[in-house]
T-cell receptor, first 110, second 113 residues
C-alpha cells in the first residue's frame, strides 16, 4: 500500500463544475502539498498546508490531520484547469523529502 | 526572483553511457532535491543536498550520484545507464527543507535507447 493515495485517478468534467480530488496518507507528516503538473512535465506548487484550509482564487485545499485526509477543490472549473494534480507529503522525520501520490488526471471539457 | 532551471530539457542516451543533469536552485534556497518520474507514475525521491552535503537518499543504486555547489546549484549523475532509467528527472529547491515550500524545475526528460 502506498503511503499516499489519491482518488480518483482520472476525472473528466464539464466546464463550470465543482471538482474535488481526495488524498489520504498513512504516515505522520509535517506538511501536505498540492501540486499541478501540465503535459510538459513542470510542476507548480499550489498549496502547502499543515492544518485547516487555504484558498487561492478558485482553488481550495483542506486537511484533516486526525483523519489523515486532504481535499483539493476547484470551483467554476475551466478547460485551462486540465492537468495532473498531485498530492505529496513531507514526513515528520528524516530529511523532509516529499512522498508523492500517483496523481489525478483532470480533464475539463468546454 | 529567479525560479529553478534545469538543463538540458531533453536528452537521448545509449544504454551503458553516463549522463549529467543540472539544476540551478531558486535564489535564496539552500536545499535541492532530485526526483525520478516514470511515465504515469508519481515522482520518486532520489536524494537531497543541503549545504553541499547529501542529506538523505531514496531507494536508488550508487550509480545515481550527485553534487551541490557553493552557489547551491546541483548536478545529478547517472552511470551505466539502463533502459529503465528513461524518465522525467525533476529538481526542487527549498530553504531549510519543506517548511518554506518547494520550487520545482520543468524537468529533464531522459530517454535511454
Amino acid at each position: 500500500k502506498n503511503e499516499v493515495e489519491q482518488s480518483p485517478q482520472n476525472l473528466t468534467a464539464q466546464e463550470g463544475e465543482f471538482i474535488t480530488i481526495n488524498c489520504s496518507y498513512s504516515v505522520g507528516i509535517s506538511a501536505l502539498h498540492w501540486l499541478q503538473q501540465h503535459p510538459g512535465g513542470g510542476i507548480v506548487s499550489l498549496f502547502m498546508l499543515s492544518s485547516g484550509k487555504k484558498k487561492h482564487g478558485r482553488l481550495i485545499a483542506t486537511i484533516n490531520i486526525q483523519e489523515k485526509h486532504s481535499s483539493l477543490h476547484i470551483t467554476a472549473s475551466h478547460p485551462r484547469d486540465s492537468a495532473v494534480y498531485i498530492c505529496a507529503v513531507t514526513p515528520n522525520f528524516g530529511n523532509e523529502k516529499l512522498t508523492f501520490g500517483t496523481g489525478t488526471r483532470l480533464t475539463i471539457i468546454p | 526572483e529567479t525560479g529553478v532551471t534545469q538543463s538540458p530539457t531533453h536528452l537521448i542516451k545509449t544504454r551503458g553511457q553516463q549522463v549529467t543533469l543540472r539544476c540551478s536552485s531558486q535564489s535564496g534556497h539552500n536545499t535541492v532535491s532530485w526526483y525520478q518520474q516514470a511515465l504515469g507514475q508519481g515522482p520518486q525521491f532520489i536524494f537531497q543536498y543541503y549545504r553541499e552535503e547529501e542529506n538523505g537518499r531514496g531507494n536508488f543504486p550508487p550509480r545515481f550520484s550527485g553534487l551541490q555547489f557553493p552557489n547551491y546549484s546541483s548536478e545529478l549523475n547517472v552511470n551505466a545507464l539502463e533502459l529503465d532509467d528513461s524518465a522525467l528527472y525533476l529538481c526542487a529547491s527549498s530553504l531549510q527543507g519543506a517548511y518554506y515550500g518547494y520550487t520545482f524545475g520543468s524537468g529533464t526528460r531522459l530517454t535511454v535507447v
